[in-house]
């Protein structure tokens, strides 16, 4: 019997004619597919499928995890190549795939850790497979614009069924081993340290014909029963979504057009739609910013080892936002003081922790003892007590710069020389704060969005004085917290705020020269916004919106000062603040729940009149999208300028997580390279009347001049 030793995978014998293949991708920690991978399969497989001896096969994997899927850098090679060259790869990867699967001998695949994308087609081939109780396996590819382009739209529903192989690809999720086990995914699940021998007890009953094996696999190459209401039902899902993620509707066309055909039939259409959706942008910007965010993941990891892991919390402020960071450290952990100076305030917060872990212990995330440990290591007090003893101190106090730089003086006098002190602020500057205080190396800003709990970034603001110690144990305690932490230079608006605010005042512009806000509402909207900008003015407050511009147009005047009162201006004035006051740009009323209803108001069209000196007049959907995203996009590029973020990369990221920027966009620097950067410059050219909110910054001017992108040194 032929023994096979690669750089990928190995074959050894068991004895009784198995043969185990072995995937163990050397150097590295995890195995991955990709074309050298499906290259070496087929170099083991051919002499492996003529062995005369060979009686069953077991397949497993030497690393933690069975297989992670597709290599993402080779598949953002594979994006960038022609459709021609992808369909190639799938062909490639089916017809080894397939020959594994049609092996003369019963296969069972033994998977530990996970086996996602590419490593759970390559377990489809497989007549059984076993999955350890704490593995997981799923398709990801829909999620990153594609399909499971090796054989998994095949064959995950011949396996199972048309409902559950939509449900499982179009979902694009990951499951826990009793659902694949109920799903018909997994044949069985094993304790971990079991998993081999229950794999080889499969085996050997297939061998031995006590498992009708050869039946099952006929199945699998023939055709499936069409599920006419599960495809009804993910159509009119996937439509919703098509013009942003087509790859959800193309999974339900090609499943549908695949029922009645064989297995060897079905495999060709899923390589062609495959190579349709990997030419589209959304693949291109899915994938792409999966490989940036893993650069920013790697930046923050090495960062964070350099520091001195903060155990011990306090906050002062028992807030909105306080509360929100002391329920979000505690669950990770850390030890809390909450401190404030109204007793009421304390209650609040520790009440609003309460119903936070309730609501997770009534979702069975927690268990009632865990809760209570949770909240039992939030520590309320009116004192400065403990204050000794912490390693970082979050200050989220009411924003008035001096209550803040007096407590934190009186916290600098109570702490370690070595405690880290931030502030929450949301538009002091950090240098401002720490003016005062004797060790102004020690402050950092922590710029948490609301609602804590739920808001994935927090912007680490470094100032001038803060040093690279503060800003390690700073991002090192965001990551604790499950945060996605993005250092920032210190500056008005920090990164986020300041970027939105050309897009707000972009806004403002456009009702002056007479845009109708609701056609602006749907332009943005169908573009992927979650909610177009009137309605986010509502749900921030016009109020807390039109003080952030005020100091934004103070400190980037030649950008977003403004010579006319703005619609936002008159809807604050008129205390027209939106959800809280009952009405802003639309009117609210509670629903049965408590929860804000909102309506059309005809009252606001006067209003809006009184912002529009020159009355209203139409505008194209295009002309709406450019000077709503070109003014963003430029304001983003001068933040790259001046190092506010190190890269694209980070400015991209914050504006998906902070603000629910459109991911199939990438971001808005993302979204300049796709436009292409002359392109750009061609369209800001039309609105330089518009004044500095559309002058491009040198570093675009520059790249565009010599035919570069924002990301083109960024990635691989
Ligand atoms: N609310 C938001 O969406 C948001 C977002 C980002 C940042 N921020 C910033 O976070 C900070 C807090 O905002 P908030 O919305 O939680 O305000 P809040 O009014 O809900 O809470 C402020 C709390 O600070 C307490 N406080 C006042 N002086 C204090 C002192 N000397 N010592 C201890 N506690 C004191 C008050 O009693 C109150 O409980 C502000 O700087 C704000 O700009 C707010």
Same mark, same amino acid.
């Given at each position: 019997?032929?023994? %096979?030793?690669?750089?990928?995978?190995?074959?050894?014998?068991?004895?009784?004619?198995?043969?185990?293949?072995?995937?163990?991708?050397?150097?590295?920690?995890? $195995?991955?597919?990709?074309?050298?991978?499906?290259?070496?399969?087929?170099?083991?497989?051919?002499?492996?499928?003529?062995?005369? $001896? @060979?009686? #069953?096969?077991?397949?497993?994997?030497?690393?933690?995890?069975?297989?992670?899927?597709?290599?993402?850098?080779?598949?953002?090679?594979?994006?960038?190549?022609?459709?021609?060259?992808?369909?190639?790869?799938?062909?490639?990867?089916?017809?080894?795939?397939?020959?594994?699967?049609?092996?003369?001998?019963?296969?069972?695949?033994?998977? $530990?850790?996970?086996?996602?994308?590419?490593?759970?087609?390559?377990?489809?081939?497989?007549?059984?497979?076993?999955?350890?109780?704490?593995?997981?396996?799923?398709?990801?590819?829909?999620?990153? +614009?594609?399909?499971?382009?090796?054989?998994?739209?095949?064959?995950?529903?011949?396996?199972?069924?048309?409902?559950?192989?939509?449900?499982?690809?179009? #979902?694009?999720?990951?499951?826990?081993?009793?659902?694949?086990?109920?799903? #018909?995914?997994?044949?069985?699940?094993?304790?971990?340290?079991?998993?081999?021998?229950?794999?080889?007890?499969?085996?050997?009953?297939?061998?031995?014909?006590?498992?009708?094996?050869?039946?099952?696999?006929?199945?699998?190459?023939?055709?499936?029963?069409?599920?006419?209401?599960?495809?009804?039902?993910?159509?009119?899902?996937?439509?919703?979504?098509?013009?942003?993620?087509?790859?959800?509707?193309?999974?339900?066309?090609?499943?549908?057009?695949?029922?009645?055909?064989?297995?060897?039939?079905?495999?060709?259409?899923?390589?062609?739609?495959?190579?349709?959706?990997?030419?589209?942008?959304?693949?291109?910007?899915?994938?792409?910013?999966?490989?940036?965010?893993?650069?920013?993941?790697?930046?923050?990891?090495?960062?964070?080892?350099?520091?001195?892991?903060?155990?011990?919390?306090?906050?002062?402020?028992?807030?909105?936002? +306080?509360?929100?960071?002391?329920?979000?450290?505690?669950?990770?952990?850390?030890?809390?003081?909450?401190?404030?100076?109204?007793?009421?305030?304390?209650?609040?917060?520790?009440?609003?922790?309460?119903?936070?872990?309730?609501?997770?212990?009534?979702?069975?995330?927690?268990?009632?003892?865990?809760?209570?440990?949770?909240? *039992?290591?939030?520590?309320?007090?009116?004192?400065?007590?403990?204050?000794?003893?912490?390693?970082?101190?979050?200050?989220?106090?009411?924003?008035?710069?001096?209550?803040?730089?007096?407590?934190?003086?009186?916290?600098?006098?109570?702490?370690?020389?070595?405690?880290? @002190?931030?502030?929450?602020? *949301?538009?002091?500057?950090?240098?401002?704060?720490?003016?005062?205080?004797?060790?102004?190396? $020690?402050?950092?800003?922590?710029?948490?969005?609301? =609602?804590?709990?739920?808001?994935?970034?927090?912007?680490?603001?470094?100032?001038?004085?803060?040093?690279?110690?503060?800003? !390690?144990?700073?991002?090192?305690?965001?990551?604790?917290?499950?945060?996605?932490?993005?250092?920032?230079?210190?500056?008005?608006? %920090?990164?986020?705020?300041?970027?939105?605010?050309?897009?707000?005042?972009?806004?403002?512009?456009?009702?002056?020269?007479?845009?109708?806000?609701?056609?602006?509402?749907?332009?943005?909207?169908?573009?992927?916004?979650?909610?177009?900008?009137?309605?986010?003015?509502?749900?921030?407050?016009?109020?807390?919106?039109?003080?952030?511009?005020?100091?934004?147009?103070?400190?980037?005047?030649?950008?977003?000062?403004?010579? %006319?009162?703005?619609?936002?201006?008159?809807?604050?004035?008129?205390?027209?603040?939106?959800?809280?006051?009952?009405?802003?740009?639309?009117?609210?009323?509670?629903?049965?729940?408590?929860?804000?209803?909102?309506?059309?108001?005809?009252?606001? !069209?006067?209003?809006?009149?009184?912002?529009?000196?020159?009355?209203?007049?139409?505008? !194209?959907?295009?002309?709406?999208?450019?000077?709503?995203?070109? !003014?963003?996009?430029?304001?983003?590029?001068?933040?790259?300028?001046?190092?506010?973020?190190? *890269?694209?990369?980070?400015?991209?990221?914050?504006?998906?997580?902070?603000?629910?920027?459109?991911?199939?966009?990438?971001? =808005?620097?993302?979204?300049?390279?796709?436009?292409?950067?002359?392109?750009?410059?061609?369209?800001?050219?039309?609105?330089?009347?518009?004044?500095?909110?559309?002058? =491009?910054?040198?570093?675009?001017?520059?790249?565009?001049?010599?035919?570069?992108?924002?990301?083109?040194?960024?990635?691989?």
């Amino acid at each position: 019997m032929t023994v %096979f030793t690669g750089n990928f995978l190995s074959t050894s014998q068991l004895g009784r004619g198995i043969v185990e293949i072995c995937l163990d991708r050397k150097n590295e920690a995890v $195995n991955k597919l990709d074309p050298l991978v499906i290259a070496e399969l087929a170099r083991m497989l051919t002499p492996l499928a003529q062995d005369g $001896n @060979l009686r #069953g096969v077991l397949v497993t994997s030497a690393k933690d995890a069975f297989l992670a899927g597709a290599d993402i850098q080779a598949l953002w090679t594979l994006l960038g190549g022609s459709r021609k060259a992808q369909i190639a790869f799938c062909a490639d990867a089916d017809r080894v795939l397939t020959q594994l699967e049609d092996l003369p001998v019963p296969v069972v695949c033994a998977i $530990n850790g996970y086996a996602l994308g590419g490593g759970l087609e390559t377990a489809l081939c497989a007549d059984y497979r076993v999955l350890a109780a704490d593995g997981q396996v799923g398709f990801p590819e829909v999620g990153f +614009g594609i399909l499971p382009g090796a054989g998994g739209t095949v064959r995950a529903p011949r396996l199972t069924n048309a409902a559950t192989a939509l449900h499982w690809i179009v #979902g694009a999720r990951t499951f826990k081993a009793d659902a694949a086990l109920k799903a #018909g995914m997994v044949d069985a699940v094993a304790e971990p340290t079991r998993l081999r021998a229950t794999a080889l007890d499969w085996l050997q009953q297939a061998i031995d014909d006590r498992l009708d094996w050869k039946t099952r696999r006929e199945l699998r190459k023939g055709v499936f029963a069409s599920d006419e209401a599960a495809f009804a039902t993910a159509r009119s899902d996937a439509q919703k979504s098509v013009h942003h993620y087509p790859a959800r509707l193309a999974v339900v066309d090609l499943l549908q057009r695949c029922a009645p055909l064989s297995r060897d039939a079905a495999l060709p259409l899923e390589a062609e739609i495959f190579s349709t959706l990997a030419q589209t942008p959304t693949a291109k910007a899915m994938v792409g910013i999966f490989l940036a965010n893993q650069q920013l993941k790697k930046r923050n990891k090495e960062l964070a080892s350099r520091a001195r892991p903060a155990k011990r919390t306090a906050i002062l402020g028992a807030g909105i936002m +306080g509360g929100g960071i002391a329920y979000t450290t505690a669950v990770k952990g850390m030890q809390v003081l909450l401190k404030d100076i109204a007793q009421s305030a304390l209650d609040l917060g520790v009440s609003e922790a309460r119903k936070l872990l309730a609501k997770q212990v009534e979702g069975g995330r927690l268990t009632p003892s865990e809760a209570e440990a949770i909240q *039992s290591a939030i520590t309320p007090t009116l004192e400065f007590q403990g204050f000794d003893t912490v390693d970082i101190v979050v200050e989220a106090v009411v924003e008035n710069l001096k209550v803040k730089q007096e407590v934190l003086a009186r916290v600098e006098s109570l702490a370690r020389p070595d405690t880290v @002190l931030v502030s929450n602020t *949301s538009s002091l500057p950090i240098a401002e704060i720490a003016a005062e205080l004797r060790r102004p190396e $020690n402050v950092a800003g922590m710029h948490f969005f609301n =609602p804590v709990h739920v808001m994935q970034l927090v912007e680490v603001v470094r100032s001038a004085k803060t040093s690279d110690a503060t800003i !390690a144990t700073t991002v090192a305690y965001a990551l604790a917290m499950g945060r996605t932490p993005l250092v920032v230079k210190d500056c008005p608006g %920090f990164l986020v705020n300041r970027v939105l605010g050309a897009y707000f005042t972009a806004f403002a512009l456009l009702i002056r020269d007479g845009a109708n806000f609701m056609q602006i509402e749907r332009v943005m909207e169908s573009w992927g916004w979650p909610m177009g900008p009137a309605y986010l003015f509502d749900v921030a407050g016009l109020d807390t919106i039109d003080k952030a511009l005020r100091i934004l147009a103070a400190a980037y005047p030649g950008v977003m000062a403004t010579d %006319f009162r703005t619609v936002i201006q008159i809807l604050a004035e008129e205390k027209r603040y939106g959800q809280k006051s009952g009405a802003g740009f639309f009117r609210y009323e509670a629903d049965p729940k408590g929860k804000p209803r909102r309506s059309g108001d005809p009252s606001i !069209a006067g209003l809006i009149a009184r912002a529009q000196p020159t009355g209203a007049r139409a505008f !194209a959907d295009d002309d709406i999208l450019d000077r709503m995203m070109l !003014a963003m996009t430029l304001e983003a590029g001068r933040c790259l300028d001046e190092q506010i973020a190190e *890269s694209a990369i980070d400015i991209d990221a914050s504006m998906r997580l902070g603000t629910g920027f459109p991911a199939h966009h990438g971001g =808005p620097l993302w979204y300049a390279d796709s436009l292409g950067l002359a392109e750009v410059l061609n369209r800001c050219a039309r609105y330089r009347s518009l004044g500095g909110l559309y002058a =491009p910054g040198h570093g675009l001017r520059q790249l565009a001049d010599r035919n570069r992108t924002f990301y083109g040194a960024n990635l691989p």
